[in-house]
């Protein structure tokens, strides 16, 4: 069964830097691709970006580009998200999923092309 727990939320002021990692076990990942989503308080969960695990290729919601960077390690079955500049409105619950992603030339990022999710972690950026 396919287990994804995400770590790396915090505090942090406005225009600091933060890592958010997933391990994901229970799968055989390189058929899938990684998404990261979030979710604040009274908002539906939403995209920020998303990493095929065969041939890497990226997808950025338009808001974190430039910004934010999405990285795997495959002999650690591990997911990053490297989170800069980061701003009071990026606060929110962030989310790893998991989704089957066939198609080289595509990158999942819609909330139903994801199976799996993890538990969450918090970021909140002070102003």
């Known amino acids: 069964q396919v287990q994804l727990v995400e770590s790396g939320g915090g505090l942090v002021q406005a225009g600091g830097s933060l890592r958010l990692s997933c391990a994901a076990s229970g799968g055989t990942f390189s058929l899938y691709a990684m998404g990261w989503f979030r979710q604040a308080p009274g908002k539906e969960r939403e995209f920020v970006a998303a990493i095929r695990w065969s041939g890497g290729s990226t997808y950025y919601r338009d808001s974190v580009k430039g910004r934010f960077t999405v990285s795997r390690e495959n002999a650690k079955n591990t997911v990053y998200l490297q989170m800069n500049t980061l701003k009071p409105e990026d606060t929110a619950v962030y989310y790893c999923?998991?989704?089957?992603?066939?198609?080289?030339?595509?990158?999942?990022?819609?909330?139903?092309?994801?199976?799996?999710w993890g538990q969450g972690t918090q970021v909140t950026v002070s102003s």
């Open positions: 999923a998991a989704g089957l992603s066939l198609y080289s030339d595509y990158v999942p990022r819609n909330l139903k092309e994801y199976d799996y």
